[in-house]
């Protein structure tokens, strides 16, 4: 496929449980970001990954949030003990990088994630 | 820190208005600015972007012009249609790549 992809579509769990969210980026893209859409709250920033280096945590929530990123192309976020204000659409975003030339970010579908 | 501030929706027109979507930004530097925009069902996809002050960025009929002046990057279209119904957001990057948005604003538009 040429789009970013997320699995699953949709997830609905119970409060307490773990949940992992999974982002294929498009090939070849070396930045790959997450955002939470939550309603009326807008798209906020969780974390981005770039090449090798560290990743940039500034915006995850909390403590029970991670996120890794295996042989620099698949993405997982990690949800623990999960809470209902954790209700969201969790979308994942790739960009190639190429010095100072700008490229856009692609957005995958997302996935809409209900914690009962 | 790096913010963006957009006007709240909903906004409702009806077809063929003129449409304006304020955005003001707040950052350090001289960052990118960008508008999104999410149709009902579907994923967030790029309309414009400009990179430098002044700069215009234009898609479908839409505009946006980097006022650093002002630190504003105003959405306008002359006439909507009932298919720009949807919800935009203004976002800027800055030097550190991350990608900070607005909190989206919906437009409505009314045959």
């Known amino acids: 496929g040429a789009g970013v992809s997320q699995s699953p579509s949709n997830k609905v769990t119970e409060k307490g449980k773990d949940v992992e969210l999974r982002c294929d980026p498009i090939?070849?893209?070396?930045?790959l970001y997450w955002y939470r859409q939550s309603l009326g709250q807008g798209l906020e920033f969780l974390i981005y990954?770039?090449?090798?280096?560290?990743?940039?945590k500034s915006g995850l929530p909390s403590d029970r949030f991670s996120a890794e990123r295996t042989g620099g192309s698949v993405s997982t976020l990690t949800i623990q003990r999960t809470q209902q204000e954790d209700s969201a659409v969790y979308l994942c975003a790739s960009r190639l990088l190429a010095g100072v030339t700008y490229n856009e970010q692609f957005f995958g579908p997302g996935t809409r994630l209900t914690v009962l | 820190g790096n913010s963006v501030t957009q006007m709240e929706g909903p906004v409702t027109l009806s077809e063929e208005a003129f449409l304006t979507i304020n955005c003001t930004y707040t950052a350090t530097g001289y960052p990118s600015l960008f508008w999104y925009v999410q149709y009902p069902g579907e994923g967030l996809q790029l309309l414009l972007k400009?990179?430098?002050?002044?700069d215009k960025g234009s898609n479908k009929g839409f505009e946006a012009t980097y006022r650093k002046e002002t630190t504003s990057f105003h959405l306008e279209k002359g006439s909507v249609q009932v298919s720009d119904s949807a919800v935009y957001f203004c976002?800027?990057?800055?030097?550190?790549?991350?990608?900070?948005f607005g909190k989206g604003t919906r437009l409505h538009i009314l045959p």
């Open positions: 090939s070849g893209h070396t930045a």
């Open positions: 400009a990179t430098k002050a002044d």
């Open positions: 976002a800027l990057r800055n030097r550190d790549d991350k990608i900070i």
């Open positions: 990954f770039q090449g090798n280096s560290a990743p940039d």
